[in-house]
């Protein structure tokens, strides 16, 4: 099962989603948002592009989201957050946090830079930011997504516009 991983769009209106990740939502199993939709109308949009959205709040948020999910898929337990809860870039309290929830997989935001990086059984995946939005302390960013694919094992690789 393929799933399309993307954060911190800051966006006021759904028509600046890039096109390419429209269509590629399209054709994912669902699509997870880390957070910094910013906006109604692009919550509502990525609902409409893939009924199977799973979604929390990230920090610039004023929606009705939950903070962190947690679901199964295949058997692999997998956590989304933001992660400002931890401040920006905390990647002990991240890995911590995930250890704690006994995560095969944790999708994190915020940092606006993408990561993938193996902690034992562990993936962190922050997918950076999808719309290239400037980071909160100011450093440049690229547009970039992850696909995540889950079936006996976990493959994920980010990409870039």
């Given amino acids: 099962m393929k799933y399309l991983i993307i954060s911190d769009l800051h966006l006021s209106k759904p028509n600046k989603i890039p096109e390419i990740i ?57 956590g989304v957050i933001h992660s400002n809860q931890f401040g920006r870039g905390n990647f002990e309290k991240i890995e911590e946090f995930a250890n704690s929830k006994k995560l095969d997989v944790l999708i994190f935001g915020h940092t606006h830079q993408p990561l993938m990086e193996k902690k034992g059984n562990l993936l962190l995946i922050n997918p950076g930011t999808l719309t290239g939005a400037v980071s909160g302390d100011g450093t440049k960013t690229e547009k970039t997504w992850v696909i995540l694919e889950i079936g006996k094992e976990i493959n994920a690789k980010i990409n870039r516009l």
Avoid: H, Q, R, W
């Fill in 22 to 78: 429209i269509n590629l939502a399209k054709e994912m199993k669902g699509i997870i948002c880390a957070g910094d939709l910013t906006s109604k109308t692009v919550l509502e949009k990525l609902k409409e592009i893939n009924k199977n959205l799973i979604v929390v709040k990230g920090n610039c948020d004023y929606l009705d989201l939950p903070e962190y999910l947690e679901f199964k898929i295949e058997n692999k337990k997998i």
